[in-house]
């Protein structure tokens, strides 16, 4: 529920907080069963001991090696 998500997202900040400025969450992509955070972070471990202590599943965690968008290519 939105609600859900909200608290959720709201202890995940405290987290950051606590973890210190080298990880950080730019923005989540919600779908109907799945949450895609993307965050800056050192490596793939500081993501694995955020989402350990936020309590939710990092099943997945991959880095992004380029950024490929419209005003790249003009």
């Known amino acids: 529920s939105e609600s859900q998500i909200r608290d ?3 202890h995940s900040l ?6 210190g400025p080298h990880i950080q ?5 919600v779908t109907e069963d799945k949450v ?3 965050y800056l972070a ?3 471990d500081s993501i ?3 989402a350990r202590r936020v309590g939710i599943p990092a099943d997945r965690v991959s880095a ?3 950024l490929i968008d419209p005003a790249v290519l003009k």
């Open 14 to 19: 405290q987290i950051l907080k606590e973890m």
């Open 64 to 66: 992004v090696r380029r």
């Open 36 to 38: 895609y955070c993307i």
């Open 25 to 29: 969450w730019l923005h989540s992509y």
């Open 8 to 10: 959720l997202s709201m």
């Open 48 to 50: 694995r001991e955020h």
């Open 42 to 44: 050192p490596d793939e």
